[in-house]
Structure formats: C-alpha cells, structure tokens
C-alpha cells in the first residue's frame, strides 16, 4: 500500500476549485480495504478516546497497544471488553517497546497518541517500519523533528496524518465553505488559539486526571504527568494547532499559499504559581518552582499572499474556554466569540453584526450533513469522529489523508519558532518551505467531499 | 499660569493607591480662574465639535479661531450664532496664519483639531507662545516630532494634552474602575483598535463628508481632503490612540510601566482600491492609486511590568465598528465584543461568561455618575464631553491634565514604530522612553476623581 498523490489529486480533478465538493462516489477506487490493522501507541485518555472510535467501525480491528502506564492499560482494555472485541496484544515493557511493535506487528497503521515528546521519533519510527501515520497534536516540537517527519514521509511514502480534530468542528467547516465560497472575499486576516484555562489538567492529586491538588510530574496523573513540565521548561505558544490548523485550511496553506514569517510575545507567568498557592499555601515544593511560560503568548504570522493570522495560547488563567476564532475578507468576517457574521450586501444593515446561526447551517459541510447522527457521541462535539474516519479511510481508500506531513510539520512549527521569537525579543521568525517550492503548484487536500 | 505637577501631586496624594477615588473638594485650590480664553486652530468638523462643546460654558470664551477652508469657518461661525456667543476673529490667511494668531491674541490655551501634519508643528508653536494646548490624535506623526513635544512642553511648563476622548467612554472607564479596584487581579494582556469601516470617510464627492464618490486630496471634501493620502504614503497603524490610549490608562504607562517594543504586521491592500472600481468603475483615475496601507494592521505591544496589548487597525473593509477592547488579569477578563465578563470566585459558573451590564453599571465611574446629565448628548456618546471638560479644568485650575505630553508621545509614537516595525518585515521596534525614567515613579493622574 502506497499513498498515490497522483491518483487522488486525478480523481479529484474537478475538485481544483475551491467552492467544489465531490460526491462521494467519485473517489471509490475499487480498490478499497476490505478490513485494515490498526496499532496503537499512547493509551491515555485521549488514546483511550480514540480507541472508543475506531472499535466502533467492524472493518477495523486493533491488534496491539503500547503504553507504559498499567491503569491507563487496564482502563484500555476494558474499553475493548464493552466494545465486545477481542483484547490486543499489549507492548509495555519500556519506553523503547513501542519499537517491538512496530517490528513485529502486521498493521496498516498506527494512531500515535503519546506525551508530546514521543510523537516524532515513534512517528519516524512508525514510517521506517512500513505503517502510516495518524498523530496527535502537535506532531513535532523542533525545527528539526518536523523536517525529519516530512523526509521519512517523503522516503517511505507513508503519510503522516496530523490528527488535528478542530479542523473538523462543525462550525469551523461552515466557514471553510463559506470561504472557499467566496462569502468572505479575499481573505485578508485570520484569528484563532488556544484559550483553556488548564490549572485543573496541570496539575491534579495523582489520582485523578483534573484537579483536587498541585502535583504534577512523577507525582501527577495523566497529562499532569508530562504536559506541565513543557510550561516550567519554555516560554511560547505551546499548543499552536487547534487555532492554527483549522484557519491554514482557509488559508490554502502549502496548496498556493505558506505561513512565511511570525512574531511572538509572551506575557508574565503568573497563573500556575498562584494557582499552587491559592490551593496548596506558599509552603508546599511546587510554590518554588518557576514557570518559564508566559501566561498568554501572543502570535502573529504572515502569509505569502499577504494575509495575517493572529493565535492566542492562553492556558494558566480562569477564563472561559475560547478558540478565538475570526475569519476577515474583503467582504465581510465571522467571529465566533460573539457568534455572529457581517457580509457586504447580504447582512441587512450596514455595519451591524448579525447572528451566525442561518449562515451555519446554510454552509454545513457534505461530510457533517452526511454523518451528523454517527458524529453525535463522539468526542469533543464529533470532530473526533471525523478526525478518525479521515485516517482510517485514507489507509482503506489507498489514498493521500487530507491533513498531511506538510500540514503537521507547518502547523507544528509555529511552537518551536514562537520560543525562538520570544527568546529574541518578538524577533520575526521565518517558516521553513517544508514543501520545498511544491506550495506554489499543490491543490487544496482537505475535506473536498463528503467522504472524509 | 503654570503647571504645578507638585501643587497636583500634593492635593492628590490620598490618590496614590490606584483604587483611589477623591471627592471634588480636595482638588479645589482657591486660585481658580473665573474665565478663560480658548482659540481654536482647525474648524473642520471635529473642530466644530468641540467648539460647540466648549460654548456650552460661560467661563470660557473663544476669542480667535484658525482655519483655510471658508467653508467650515462659516459652518463654524454659524455654531457661534447658536449658541449666541459673539463671533471670534478669524485667522484664515493662508497655512501658517496660525502662527499670527499665537502671537496676537490673549489666550489660556489652544485647541488644535487640523490634519494630523499639522498638529505637531501648531502644538509646538502654541507652547513657545505661552499657550496651553489641547491636540487632536494623534498628536505626532514621527518619533521626532514625539520628542519636539516632549522637550518643548517641559522646556516651557506649558502642557500638552492630547485629547483622546475614548479614554472617557463610559464601558471604558467603568473597567479602569474595575482594574483599579483589584477585580482582574494583577492585568496580563489587553485589546484595542480601531477597526471602522472609513471606506466613505476616505472617498466622497467633494461636496459631502461621507461618501456619494471616490474623490479625495484636492477634489475631496472634509477629512477625504487629506486623511486619505496617509492610506496612500503609509502603512502602519495609522489611528492607534483611540484603542491604545484607553489601555495606556489601566496599565499605568508612565506611571509605574512603560511600553517597550512592539511589532506590527500588515495584510495585503485591497479595500481602497476595490471600493472606488466598484463605485466608479476601473476607468476612474483613481483606480490606478497604488494604497500602500494594509487592509488591517495588527501590533503587538510589550510591556515594561511584563503585560502585552495588541491593536488592531482596520479601516478599509466592510465589518462592524469596533474597538476591539479586552482587559485580561489573573483572575479574569472583559470583553467589549460579546458584551461579556468572566470573573473567577464571582461569575456564578466556572469558565462561562456572563453579561458585562450588572458590571459596568456597579462600576460606573464618578465622573460619568457625576455629568451623565451633561455629558448627554455630546459628542461621540459622551465622550467628547468629558475630554473637553478636562482641557478646560485643566487650564481653569492650574493644574497638570490627567493625559500630558507623555502620554501624548507614548500613544502616538505606536504610528511611526509600527511603520518601521513593517518596512523591517515585523521587527521588534524599541518605544523612546519620554519621561527619561521617571516613569518608575510617576504615580497615575487619569480620572482620579470626579472632577475632570
């Protein structure tokens, strides 16, 4: 099984411009996957997650799981046991098992959902040993790590599908055919980010995922265990792709377009201190720790058309849940946090909001309008549930993901550089061309059709 | 007269706590002037404005006023007859009559609302006179002419105040209210901007202020007569004062915190040029303007205490008016778009908004509760009431105004750096420190009290 760009981008022909969405039937290629293997590597909550959704479909089956952490395995596999499927085999013995995996498993593929440190090399790894790729958010966190994903991608013609779920929230996909639409214009500025108040994941009591003490580390539990440690160690946007990746698909980014420069600035830290102090006192060890992340980083990038995208990450103060969105074009722009839209001769008045709701619905996208009763249940609002068919389809289907290396090497590589920015004094930071020139000729990938 | 920083200082000392709010009778120095003299440089619109604000009051005459144009002066002297006050002399002969005015008539102070060249070089001449002075923003152009204020103001004890209304809107001051009183905890990140579709603004027929045609500079009427061409010459935030002045005041800049760098980055320009070929077709001479101003221009701004503010400048597309104002602490966070506020320990659900009104309303600021009456029916909501009333009082009491030259510089040197920050591809451009370091221990002189 290879990825066949060629093949896709043939059958999606008619698909090149942008408003166009495919009935499904066009890409059937007759030579589907009656059943695909699936691996999985990282079986906490998100893993577990996930899990949850590929065991729902009877064409796939997961016959091995790697993790470290006895609980979360048990919590794994009783998964299995309501889904009334056969237990997988487990590869825990040690950090380096998941390479036994990959070695000695027969699978199509494998889902990555690891502390964010493991995702490049397991997903080299993964690539090297014949399997595609479906990994989580972010896929890389250097410079390096991502030119690594995309030349052992480019090297194995394996794909390495970014599993960025946000790219398939229902709004999100209205306005993407709004976009491509043309309601908007020519777009001209996007918003998004990450505004989730995460004291409560940071740091929990050992024993349970959120909140209810100030541990994190060795003595925290699941994300508390790894995921603080990246707030005491560095100062930048830490989680660029729930903002970025959605608004990259509007932007045509690496298909005719490319983020080229950014500038990041990073305010005080202060949440997560206060934060052990107000629930733990001055006294308990973790009140001495320094946090070098600022508490709300502030990105701004420049595409090669000319377009701005501004992200927010925003995870240690109380505040509500936000992803910041806003989408402006030379016609008119929606912005999520007040739920409203204005066009340019559609809106009735002149220079007044009006609700976003019939423009929701009136865009809904192919794919939300076809499985919107399958997506209901799924994780975090559906998007889960498309997040995972994509990867399962494209493995079944023999074709390109519609997020692919490109795209998590693009979309992650706003982290490494936003610290690099900070560290310099908001310094202007330029992207590397992970497409090597091929930006200037792709075509849009992502969610053409209602099959995936 | 002179400024008394020390006489002001002294009298408000009970102020220096930030949440501290004075009743009018501390301030009263018993050396009150019964009537003062303004002239007026500038009688365009905005100029007629605040003229009509000011002959509201009978312990203030305008004597003189300063402008080219015959057809303001007569729309102006017309606003005398109203409000049945003798008419002033008029200076009109030719651009630099302003400076005949300075050396013959008997003033107070001055009022300068001319086109943004103007203000500096008018500002300058009026101080040298012996003239207090009351600039429109922004109140300098470049970096330079940012310090020819400065030095002139201290070289001279005159004081130079900028007449940024919006740091009396009433949301605005409630939420400085707000800060002051601790509610946002310690402030982290704030908003501004001015985003104001000025399509109709920068183009009309040459008869009428807004719009009925594309014409601007000579063939244009009111402010398309000259504010247009800065669209053409430039590309920055051109307008920075409305969004960062108001923020200026909550973070205490000069008074305990200055702004340090900033970067700016600007999307591609299609506004201007699209509206006159759609108005007047692509024949229309002015559709070969080459606009070097982006559509939106975004600055992120860093802090001395470690806060960022962005600001956004978006004047050449269709979208709703707005400033785009957010205030954000390590307790919680305003935000003016969705009307909304968050307060951790006080909103009644945890990560959910609720409607900012109960707020504004609780928070209301003296000098709103004190002139609401008043202020009714002024210009701009209000607003204009208020910063008309400060210049006035001012110069009435012998006393510092509570926005000075410092704060004048500080505003609008984010023009010029965000220009520089632009035409160096978003680098980092360091802010001049005006005060010369005192800003670590100026204390805040911003709407204290009830008076002005």
């Known amino acids: 099984m290879r990825v066949s760009r060629r093949k896709f981008l043939k059958e999606t022909a008619v698909a090149g411009t942008a408003a166009a969405i495919l009935p499904s ?170 505004q989730h108040d995460l004291r409560r994941v940071k740091f929990n009591d050992g024993e349970n995922p959120y909140g209810g003490g100030v541990e994190y580390g060795e003595k925290g539990f699941s994300e508390a265990r790894w995921r603080t440690q990246h707030s005491v160690d560095r100062n930048g946007d830490l989680y660029p792709t729930h903002g970025g990746g959605p608004v990259a698909q509007m932007l045509d980014i690496n298909r005719g377009n490319r983020f080229v420069h950014l500038t990041s600035t990073a305010t005080q830290s202060r949440g997560l201190h206060q934060y052990i102090v107000a629930q733990a006192g001055p006294d308990h060890p973790n009140a001495k720790v320094k946090f070098k992340l600022g508490d709300i980083v502030t990105t701004v990038i420049k595409c090669a058309k000319g377009e701005t995208v501004v992200l927010s990450h925003d995870t240690n103060s109380p505040r509500p849940y936000s992803l910041n969105f806003c989408v402006q074009g030379t016609r008119g722009l929606w912005m999520k946090d007040n739920n409203s839209i204005y066009i340019e001769g559609l809106s009735p008045e002149d220079h007044k909001w009006e609700p976003d709701e019939p423009y929701l619905k009136k865009y809904d996208h192919p794919l939300w309008k076809r499985f919107e009763s399958k997506a209901a249940g799924a994780g975090h609002g559906g998007m889960d549930f498309f997040i995972v068919r994509a990867f399962l389809e494209s493995i079944k289907r023999d074709v390109s993901p519609p997020l692919d290396v490109y795209d998590a090497a693009s979309m992650s590589v706003i982290s490494p550089l936003s610290e690099q920015s900070i560290a310099n004094g908001s310094a202007p930071m330029k992207f590397p061309d992970f497409t090597r020139g091929k930006w200037k000729t792709n075509k849009p990938i992502f969610a053409l059709n209602d099959v995936y």
Chains 1, 2 share one sequence.
């Open 25 to 194: 039937t066009i890409l059937a290629t007759g030579r589907m996957s009656d059943r695909i293997r699936i691996g999985v590597i990282g079986t906490g909550l998100r893993g577990q997650g996930l899990i949850g959704l590929v065991l729902r479909r009877d064409d796939v089956e997961i016959p091995a799981i790697c993790d470290i952490d006895e609980r979360m395995l048990e919590m794994t596999l009783a998964r299995f046991d309501e889904a009334d499927r056969r237990s997988p085999k487990i590869y825990s013995a040690g950090e380096k098992d998941y390479l036994n995996l990959l070695d000695k498993e027969n699978l199509d593929g494998v889902i990555i959902t690891t502390p964010w440190r493991w995702h490049t090399p397991m997903a080299i790894a993964a690539m090297e040993s014949g399997k595609h790729v479906g990994v989580e958010v972010p896929a890389c966190l250097t410079v390096d790590e991502c030119w690594n994903l995309v030349r052992m991608s480019e090297k194995t013609e394996k794909f390495c599908m970014i599993l960025e779920n946000v790219c398939y929230r229902r709004d999100v996909m209205a306005v993407l055919n709004m976009v491509r639409e043309g309601l908007f214009g020519e777009l001209l500025h996007c918003q998004g980010g990450y």
